[in-house]
């Protein structure tokens, strides 16, 4: 087996190597060594000033996204590479098209700031599903936002503005579009924590001095379900938790109520065991067991296992009326659902190919979802994201213009105005002077010459 060449790289990225491991195929774990003796080749300086920052983004990737080899070799590489460190032909020759092409899409993605996130958030949403043209880029944007809330506080203010306002306004979407809730729950409560200090420590307060009275109720509501579910033949863990303090938080808005008066604060989790050709009836089951113990509200019935979302979630999820006329949330799953409610659209389908990535068909569907939301899940029409014929460019100034597919430079020259096509000479792309019949690409950053 390969060694790691640099003792601070294997200490660090010591939870990397432990879930390479896990990897069936010896080349795999190659593969994982041979990014971490490329990291371990640049200078110890360097690699002191980085690592911290590398290891823990991809961390967060091994315990956040569910994504695997190649997610993982890009993370590596992209958290701790240099935009001008980065050599396209270098990378696909050692670690594959797929890496290179990731990384080439996030490399080509700018640090908004938060005025440009306020006032262009649509076009940016555009921006980051055209440039990255792969979800598992996705992924690593998420693990690295999410490293960046959760240190926030080593960031000035302005640029702690910047990072909550990425979030809120591009990520916490892009999460939730892709089936990662436990991210998008985290970039909410985050975000919340840090714009409604006040009314997220007033939450935060109520939840823990309601805590034994809830505990109390939550074993007693789960009890005699235990025993129920058990004498039927079927092997379950079931788990209350309470909802999170962003959501409880919405619900006293949306019902004009106070903390005491919400109705639904936590929620039950029945996962359960069963092999891929039962689950359906085996979750089917136990909701029959659960609704003739406890009466269901038929209105809060959502099955997303006949119909599961686009993301891969498969879930049944009922309110029923436990003891002293409180209603309860409870979701029924097993635990392969789990594993993709928990980890996204990479567990979603590893299941179904035994392999992470899947092909193209799959991830354009995912983008669709993405690009397309539904009208019930209430998010503002700005999070609606471009269609194929549309690339994304910067100008100097970082404005984001929307042009047609295939416009040239000239092309974009005349779509500012006529004497400015008239006038145009070339143009400086990316730094690079290119003629007037340069085809300009997704991320390009154009400077018209005249």
Known sequence: MIKINNDLVKKEFQ????????????????????????????????????????????????????????TLLSGILYSFLKKEEFNEDEIKD????????????????????????????????????????????ILIMLATELYNIRNINKFTDEQKQSVINRIKMLYTPLAHRIGLYNIKTEFEES??????????????????ETKASRDSYINNFIKPLKKLISDAGFT??????PKSIHSIWNKMKTQGVPFEEVYDLFAIRIILKSDLKNEKAVCWNVYSLITDL?????????????????????????????????WVEVQIRTERMDEVAEKGPAAHWRYKTGKEGGNNDWLAKI??????PTDDENDDKSKKALYSEE??????????????????????????????GETCSGAVVNGKIQPL??????????????
């Open 391 to 420: 690339i994304l460019v910067f100008t100097p100034e970082g404005d984001l213009k929307s042009l047609k597919k295939d416009y040239t430079i000239i092309d974009f020259a005349y779509a500012i105005h006529t004497r400015v």
């Open 94 to 137: 050692k670690f594959g098209e797929s890496v290179s092409k990731i990384l080439a899409g996030l490399y080509k993605i700018p640090n908004f700031t938060a005025k440009k996130v306020d006032s262009q958030s649509e076009n940016l949403i555009k921006f980051l599903l055209t440039i990255t043209n792969d979800v598992r880029a």
């Open 191 to 208: 975000v919340m924590k840090h714009t409604e200090e006040d009314m997220y420590r007033f939450i935060a307060k109520k939840l823990q």
């Open 15 to 70: 939870q990397v190597i432990d879930f390479t491991d896990t990897f069936e195929k010896e080349e795999s774990k190659i593969q994982i060594y041979n990014a971490l003796n490329y990291l371990s080749d640049f200078d110890n300086k360097i690699i002191e000033k980085r690592i911290k920052y590398s290891s823990e983004i991809c961390n967060i990737i091994i315990e956040k996204t569910g994504g695997g080899l190649v």
């Open 294 to 326: 406890y009466k269901p509200n038929p209105k809060r019935l959502r099955d997303w296992i006949s119909a599961p979302k686009l993301s891969g979630y498969e879930s049944l999820h009922t309110t029923v009326l436990g003891p002293e006329n409180k």
């Open 437 to 450: 019949s340069y085809e300009l690409k997704n991320g390009d950053t154009v400077k018209i010459l005249t």
């Open 367 to 372: 983008r669709e979802e993405i690009e397309n």
């Open 236 to 241: 379950a863990t079931i788990k209350g938790r």
